[in-house]
């Protein structure tokens, strides 16, 4: 099954709103990665947050991450837009070399 | 830097026929994965290669699926021979050493087969 799991599967609300998208795992990891895809488009990267991390911020994004939970959230401020995509968590494990993505968010912004 | 090339863009082949898949990364980056998206299966990594070496393989579907990267710059999956259930978007992405590191993705290759 997968690592990171990724709720909800979908989410739409109005521009200008914050979003909030979370992630939860099975196994102890390294690192948590968010990425985000456009339609028809590659992933690419927002964040990465190490296991020692509680929380990280890259312009509008905020990203917490609560070990003892297994479990990530990402949240996006004053949404756009051009915010309109899938965000995936990815999390590689610190048992082996393995990085696993969920199944991701999609997420739509109303005008 | 023109970032992670894939080619072709779109593949269409009938079933029964090789199809190879090619990748060149950002220069400088030492690690190499290939995935596979689909609807139902999600985004699953196929193979990733760091320094050029297979390091995990343990996503490769069957023997019918075979990664090579013979150089820094390059690298291909070939499927042979290709079944209707392997039509998917193949993903090549790149990054400086290994899992725990920021990945850049190339476009993409829209498989499909008939």
């Known amino acids: 099954s997968q690592q990171g799991e990724e709720d909800p599967q979908a989410l739409s609300i109005q521009e200008g709103e914050n979003a909030t998208m979370n992630c939860s795992y099975k196994?102890?990891?390294?690192?948590l990665q968010w990425y985000r895809q456009n339609s028809g488009r590659g992933l690419v990267h927002l964040i990465l947050?190490?296991?020692?991390?509680r929380e990280k911020h890259s312009g509008r994004l905020r990203v917490t991450l609560d070990t003892s939970k297994k479990s990530s959230s990402l949240l996006i401020t004053a949404s756009r837009a051009a915010d309109t995509a899938s965000y995936f968590c990815a999390t590689d494990s610190n048992r082996d070399d393995k990085i696993i993505f969920g199944k991701g968010t999609r997420l739509h912004i109303l005008p | 830097d023109a970032g992670v090339i894939q080619s072709p863009r779109h593949e269409v082949t009938e079933m029964g026929q090789e199809v190879t898949l090619r990748c060149k990364p950002i220069?400088?980056?030492?690690?190499l994965f290939w995935y596979r998206q689909t609807m139902m299966r999600g985004l699953e990594l196929l193979i990733y290669?760091?320094?050029?070496?297979?390091?995990?393989d343990s996503g490769m579907p069957e023997d019918r699926f075979s990664a090579k990267m013979p150089n820094a710059s390059f690298s291909t999956l070939k499927i042979q021979p290709s079944e209707p259930r392997d039509s998917a978007v193949y993903f090549c992405?790149?990054?400086?050493?290994?899992?725990?590191?920021?990945?850049?993705f190339g476009p993409g290759t829209r498989l499909t087969v008939t």
């Open positions: 220069s400088g980056h030492n690690s």
């Open positions: 196994t102890s990891i390294n690192n």
């Open positions: 290669f760091n320094n050029n070496v297979p390091i995990d």
């Open positions: 947050i190490r296991s020692n991390e």
């Open positions: 992405a790149s990054s400086h050493g290994g899992v725990s590191y920021e990945q850049y």
